[in-house]
């Protein structure tokens, strides 16, 4: 990692981590709270249909109205106290004070024993702020920035895969209130689960068959097939952007690395370097859509901590349920209650649009 890290305490106990050229020193007297902090706990519920837990967390409705007319991801300035006690900063993580996943661990989260079945919501929720001004969005940051992002969710995936019981690190972004952004400032999250999430077990399970067929890694098959395809956005020597052939939402892209590798804490700093060339490039060219900027949501898909990491390969999905200026896709019963999707934009065409889009930084 080529971002220096430092650490500190909030007031109320919680942990911050800054990355950045250099390490920042903030007044720990400064936060948003005193006292020591206490998370509300969570329920793990499970869906016996559906073969998965839900998380119940009440709690986290009152995080919205938490944060009141000061942002809390602004650097604390005189009596501005903001969750970052930091005059200014480069990328700061904390643990988030409103928790979907909380409870204390463990041993077993198999669901076993009679209906109805329920565990403590064990893991960590965390929160990465990628620049302490308020108006830059993600799609402007410069590459270097965004290297340190990567650098900061490589971190956090290491550090919290080694945590006892965690078994998914998932790493995300919300921009846009139109997509459940509480906050404009730009920062995204980091989720430690104490299960595989459902998603990333059905690609696992993909992954596994092909691999018991003998066709090998699915995920550079699909790589593989993308780079050769008219749906490519935009390629480099380590990663390649594009528009999936059987792509669910009105812009949808995934970035993939040529090399075959289980998480971002595998990458190499080249490959890091040319992620962030990209993944920048690329939420430009949602921002320079007709009816942009759009909202959009940003997925690591990440190999599972303890199990089939080498039949899994990393990846990002970026998508927006904007279709430019149609106004959003709204989810029907066939796609909420049946879990099939109706795709109404091609993805060929939304890969020549997103091609078309001027990319510059200076891209408004």
Same mark, same amino acid.
């Given at each position: 990692?080529?971002?220096?890290?430092?650490?500190?305490?909030?007031?109320?106990?919680?942990?911050?981590?800054?990355?950045?050229?250099?390490?920042?020193?903030?007044?720990?007297?400064?936060?948003?709270?005193?006292?020591?902090?206490?998370?509300?706990?969570?329920?793990?519920?499970?869906?016996?249909?559906?073969?998965?837990?839900?998380?119940?967390?009440?709690?986290?409705?009152?995080?919205?109205?938490?944060?009141?007319?000061?942002?809390?991801?602004?650097?604390?300035?005189?009596?501005?106290?903001?969750?970052?006690?930091?005059?200014?900063?480069?990328?700061?993580?904390?643990?988030?004070?409103?928790?979907?996943?909380?409870?204390?661990?463990?041993?077993?989260?198999?669901?076993?024993?009679?209906?109805?079945?329920?565990?403590?919501?064990?893991?960590?929720?965390?929160?990465?702020?990628?620049?302490?001004?308020?108006?830059?969005?993600?799609?402007?940051?410069?590459?270097?920035?965004?290297?340190?992002?990567?650098?900061?969710?490589?971190?956090?995936?290491? =550090?919290?895969?080694?945590?006892?019981?965690?078994?998914?690190?998932?790493?995300? =972004?919300?921009?846009?209130?139109?997509?459940?952004?509480?906050?404009?400032?730009?920062?995204?999250?980091?989720?430690?689960?104490?299960?595989?999430?459902?998603?990333?077990?059905?690609?696992?399970?993909?992954?596994?068959?092909?691999?018991?067929?003998?066709?090998?890694?699915?995920?550079?098959?699909?790589?593989?097939?993308?780079?050769?395809?008219?749906?490519?956005?935009?390629?480099?020597?380590?990663?390649?952007?594009?528009?999936?052939?059987?792509?669910?939402?009105?812009?949808?892209?995934?970035?993939?690395?040529?090399?075959?590798?289980?998480?971002?804490?595998?990458?190499?700093?080249?490959?890091?370097?040319?992620?962030?060339?990209?993944?920048?490039?690329?939420?430009?060219?949602?921002?320079?859509?007709?009816?942009?900027?759009?909202?959009?949501?940003?997925?690591?898909?990440?190999?599972?901590?303890?199990?089939?990491?080498?039949?899994?390969?990393?990846?990002?999905?970026?998508?927006?349920?904007?279709?430019?200026?149609?106004?959003?896709?709204?989810?029907?019963?066939?796609?909420?209650?049946?879990?099939?999707?109706?795709?109404?934009?091609?993805?060929?065409?939304?890969?020549?649009?997103?091609?078309?889009?001027?990319?510059?930084?200076?891209?408004?």
């Amino acid at each position: 990692m080529t971002a220096t890290r430092s650490s500190d305490r909030l007031p109320d106990g919680r942990e911050i981590y800054y990355y950045g050229e250099a390490p920042i020193l903030a007044d720990p007297s400064d936060g948003p709270s005193a006292g020591h902090w206490t998370p509300d706990r969570s329920e793990l519920r499970w869906d016996p249909l559906m073969e998965e837990w839900v998380i119940v967390a009440p709690h986290r409705r009152r995080r919205a109205a938490a944060t009141g007319a000061l942002c809390p991801l602004c650097p604390t300035r005189g009596d501005d106290l903001t969750e970052i006690p930091a005059a200014r900063y480069d990328v700061a993580v904390f643990e988030n004070r409103f928790p979907a996943l909380s409870g204390p661990w463990t041993a077993d989260f198999a669901p076993v024993g009679p209906l109805p079945r329920s565990a403590a919501a064990a893991g960590r929720c965390e929160v990465i702020s990628y620049s302490s001004e308020h108006d830059v969005t993600p799609a402007l940051l410069p590459a270097a920035r965004l290297v340190t992002v990567i650098e900061a969710l490589a971190d956090r995936t290491a =550090e919290l895969g080694a945590m006892p019981g965690v078994q998914y690190v998932f790493c995300f =972004e919300n921009h846009g209130a139109e997509v459940g952004a509480t906050v404009s400032h730009a920062h995204g999250q980091v989720y430690a689960y104490p299960f595989v999430p459902p998603r990333i077990a059905r690609m696992r399970d993909a992954a596994r068959h092909s691999a018991a067929r003998g066709a090998g890694c699915l995920f550079c098959e699909v790589q593989r097939q993308e780079a050769a395809g008219s749906r490519v956005v935009e390629r480099g020597d380590h990663w390649t952007a594009f528009v999936p052939y059987a792509a669910r939402w009105p812009y949808e892209i995934h970035l993939y690395p040529r090399r075959h590798l289980p998480d971002l804490a595998a990458l190499t700093p080249a490959e890091r370097a040319e992620l962030a060339q990209l993944y920048g490039s690329v939420l430009r060219r949602l921002a320079g859509l007709p009816g942009g900027p759009l909202p959009y949501m940003a997925l690591w898909i990440q190999a599972p901590v303890t199990e089939d990491r080498e039949v899994f390969h990393l990846h990002l999905q970026i998508f927006t349920d904007r279709a430019g200026t149609g106004g959003p896709k709204r989810l029907a019963a066939g796609e909420l209650g049946a879990g099939v999707f109706v795709s109404e934009v091609d993805p060929e065409r939304a890969a020549e649009e997103l091609r078309a889009v001027r990319t510059s930084a200076g891209l408004e």
